[in-house]
């Protein structure tokens, strides 16, 4: 019978030689994250399809969420078996389904239900990539190989999200998600032509003991943070709105922003294998600044625009530095360090989701961004205090 590391690829000595396999992985995430923040955009036109409000469609970003952060970590152990290839695979014909019934649903439940199938996948979707990238390189390149595939997520934010939510507002949201669905689609078949297989997670190194208090140190962080963030961001449609911009250059506007988060990328690439605790400080406390001042200029259109821009700009570097962090923990295997990441980032996102629809009902949009200040505030203090989770090498 052949081994699995007969069958399975072995990790590269340089990114080059690893090449194939990450920019396959970067299609896919650009692929994931587009379809779970897609919503997020389009926004007021889905409200105003079913009639609504604003609150009860940033909740469909909450099912979504909701979803990965209860399966992620029960999904990577029950599958942790199976080849990593196949599952993704899977996962990403899911995403083309749920897509695909959004953009014909004929009732707001039924696209909440497409939803909830695309959050079964989104959970094993980020545990197999954050596994996967790190298999792929020899461990001194694994913050830059982290880096490189979350440049798919930072494309869903600066192309995917934005263009999706220009087409939207000119010819109908539906068609949109339609659109989507055939991305998902093609995505499916070139990341079967070209991302190489590896080993199960079985198969990988032990986790070392006595690693997991700083592996909780680096999730609970990674949870603050991104609750911080999605109290503000989901409703950045409405924000901007009510900051005078119109609704036809809500997704270009976006898109600029979101093209300055490869800049964040960027400067975590270059300095997560060199100095990830400054890399991690530095992020946060621009993140935490740039949302205070949004919520000083709001509802300023001038003010809104540049401190959105450092905004965006400073949260491209955010999921690489968590994913990074846990991984290095050694606190649990790859796949199980990134389940967790998936696990507690959509607690944020979809705590955050709830929680912003619950402040803007109560006390208003302005209210949003400092309270999202005073979250990612709260992780940098975690970071500072958690040295042994986030070491200066």
């Not at 030689?17 to 994250?33: E, N, P, Q, R």
């Not at 389904?97 to 953009?103: G, I, K, M, N, P």
């Not at 609750?227 to 911009?245: C, E």
């Not at 093209?259 to 400080?281: E, K, Q, Y």
Request: aromatic residues 6%; glycine residues 12%; hydrophobic residues 55%.
């Amino acid at each position: 019978m052949t081994s699995p590391r007969t069958t399975t690829a072995e990790p590269a000595s340089s990114i080059r030689d690893a090449a194939g396999g990450i920019v396959a992985l970067t299609l896919a995430t650009f692929a994931a994250i587009t379809t779970e923040m897609l919503p997020v955009g389009l926004l007021p036109q889905i409200g105003d399809a079913f009639d609504v409000s604003d609150g009860t469609v940033g909740l469909l970003v909450t099912v979504y969420a909701f979803m990965v952060a209860a399966l992620a970590l029960p999904l990577t152990l029950g599958t942790r078996r199976l080849p990593r290839k196949g599952l993704l695979l899977t996962t990403l014909l899911a995403y083309t389904v749920s897509d695909t019934v959004v953009a014909v649903a004929p009732a707001f439940g039924v696209v909440a239900g497409a939803r909830a199938l695309g959050g079964v996948a989104h959970a094993l979707f980020f545990s197999l990539s954050i596994g996967y990238a790190a298999r792929l390189v020899r461990p001194h390149l694994t913050g830059r190989a982290m880096a490189l595939v979350t440049a798919g997520a930072s494309a869903g934010f600066v192309l995917g999200v934005p263009l999706s939510t220009t087409l939207g507002t000119a010819v109908g949201w539906r068609l949109a998600f339609g659109v989507l669905a055939g991305v998902c689609l093609l995505t499916t078949v070139l990341v079967a032509a070209f991302l190489p297989p590896v080993e199960s997670d079985t198969a990988h190194t032990a986790p070392v003991a006595g690693r997991r208090p700083q592996l909780a140190t680096a999730v609970t962080t990674n949870a603050v943070v991104y609750l911080g963030q999605y109290v503000v961001y989901t409703y950045v449609a409405v924000l901007l709105l009510h900051a005078g911009i119109s609704e036809s250059g809500v997704g270009p506007v976006l898109l600029g922003i979101g093209a300055l988060g490869l800049l964040g990328l960027w400067f975590s690439a270059a300095r997560l294998d060199v100095a990830p605790r400054r890399t991690a400080i530095l992020v946060l406390a621009v993140l935490a600044a740039s949302l205070a001042a949004l919520a000083l200029a709001f509802p300023s259109r001038g003010g809104v625009l540049a401190s959105t821009a450092v905004w965006g700009a400073s949260f491209g570097a955010v999921a690489s530095i968590f994913q990074t962090a846990a991984v290095r923990t050694r606190g649990a295997s790859p796949d199980v360090a990134g389940a967790l990441v998936n696990a507690t980032a959509n607690v944020g996102i979809g705590g955050g989701a709830a929680l912003g629809a619950l402040v803007l009902d109560r006390r208003g949009l302005g209210t949003l961004p400092w309270l999202g200040a005073a979250l990612v505030a709260a992780g940098l203090v975690i970071v500072l205090v958690g040295r042994r989770a986030f070491p200066p090498a």
